[in-house]
């Protein structure tokens, strides 16, 4: 079976501050991950997946992930928060070693708010 | 493209109503699922399609029923609604049911059920 979860429901970062979202998985293969964004009323939207190939992950708006597979995680990192990155953040887990695997699992979320 | 769309926006039922709510997408996606999203629990799979006329079960698929006619529509119907099917339901789609491809999700449709 495979699952990820986000250890914190709610992260608080001034602007312009470091930020990390946190997330750890647990897969009987290979693990493929992926963040996805929820702006209030509004649909999911892909920020970056990890496949194989460099453990860091560049994805849209200046985000940026790190696979580590010993501590089977997957943190989102922003160098720099902005007041418009404060939204709803999941992450998600396909088991890559079942090819008939065709489910992708989510965390329970992480409401990050950056603060002016 | 409108990538997909998703029909009503809001909606509110009584107890045993049936509804559908329509799901598209106009990218030629393969694959097509839907989610229902609860507070504290993230998103959870009801059903999906990998394919026309190919529909299967996913994490929650209780209570709801599927079709897949055609690559662009996959409807998603609740045969008699319950309280407990009060959520916000998202549909998406990705180009392949290969475990790689990105999935793309529509706006949301917000179930109330009295």
């Known amino acids: 079976a495979q699952s990820v979860a986000q250890p914190e429901d709610q992260v608080n970062v001034a602007e312009g501050n470091p930020l990390t979202v946190k997330c750890t998985y647990s897969?009987?293969?290979?693990?493929?991950l992926f963040w996805y964004v929820q702006y209030p009323n509004r649909g999911l939207q892909f920020l970056l997946k990890y496949i194989t190939g460099d453990n860091l992950v560049k994805g849209s708006y200046g985000f940026e992930a790190e696979f580590n597979k010993s501590q089977t995680s997957f943190h989102l990192k922003k160098p720099s928060a902005l007041v418009s990155d404060s939204a709803l953040y999941f992450c998600?887990?396909?088991?890559?070693?079942?090819?008939?695997?065709?489910?992708?699992?989510f965390g329970t979320g992480t409401r990050l708010t950056i603060i002016p | 493209n409108a990538g997909v769309t998703q029909t009503p926006k809001f909606q509110v039922l009584k107890t045993g109503q049936s509804m559908t709510l329509q799901c598209a997408q106009d990218?030629?996606?393969?694959?097509m699922s839907w989610y229902r999203q609860d507070p504290g629990m993230g998103l959870r799979l009801i059903h999906y399609?990998?394919?026309?006329?190919?529909?299967d079960q996913g994490e929650v698929p209780n209570g709801y029923n599927v079709s897949r006619s055609t690559t662009e529509d996959f409807p998603l119907r609740l045969l008699s609604a319950a309280p407990s099917q009060t959520s916000v339901y998202f549909c998406?789609?990705?180009?392949?049911?290969?475990?790689?491809?990105?999935?793309?999700f529509g706006p949301g449709t917000r179930l109330t059920v009295l």
């Open positions: 998406a789609s990705s180009y392949s049911w290969r475990i790689t491809d990105t999935q793309y």
């Open positions: 998600a887990v396909r088991d890559g070693t079942n090819f008939g695997n065709e489910k992708l699992t």
């Open positions: 399609s990998v394919g026309a006329g190919i529909t």
């Open positions: 990218m030629n996606h393969e694959y």
């Open positions: 897969v009987s293969g290979n693990p493929y």
